[in-house]
């Protein structure tokens, strides 16, 4: 099992587990009870995602490097976003996160940027945030363009949670930033995989 994540009332817990050979979406019941898989043949198993509620609990966003699905408990596409018209010049890769805004109107993106970089301490892809408007079908990225940051989980309508480490340093730190992408509070440093209780 990977990526646990509790439902917004917390009756729910949605994760990727290995089962029939394949990664799939799995639900539980906060008491233990209705283990289940989500499944439609649509969703592409060997690329899943961490799960990502939506904000009235009755939806799951997820990823499969290929598209951004939002489903219904039953595995039923609800609507569907192709990363390769969403992004320009970035992608996703299986551990990239999506975080789902305090008004459930926009997900911040965990990308790999496609541009080269400079960076000697570094090994891949630059990691950035977008923010993708899920009514406007647009992403926009948050991070500058010199910022290596990653993990975002929303706090409030303007500022989210994510790791960023900078250029001369050898280990990320757990950053407070604005969706301006500027105003980065350090809150601890040397650490990594934040997450929050709810904005």
Known sequence: MLWPVWSPDGSKLAFSIMGEKAWQLGLVNADGSGFRFVKNAELKSEAFGEPT?????KSIFY???DNIYQIDLDGKVLKKWELSKILTDASMNGGDRLSVSPDGTALLMDVDCGAEHE?????????????????????????GKNDFVWDPFWLTG?????ILQRENENDPSIYRMSLDGKNAKLLVKHARTPSVSGP
Do not use: Y
């Open 158 to 162: 303007n500022e989210f949670l994510c």
């Open 119 to 143: 960076r000697k301490n570094w090994d891949g892809p630059q990691p950035a945030i977008e923010k993708f408007n899920l009514a406007s079908e647009k992403a926009v990225r948050v991070t």
């Open 53 to 57: 509620w939506a904000r009235d609990g």
């Open 63 to 65: 990823h499969d490097l």
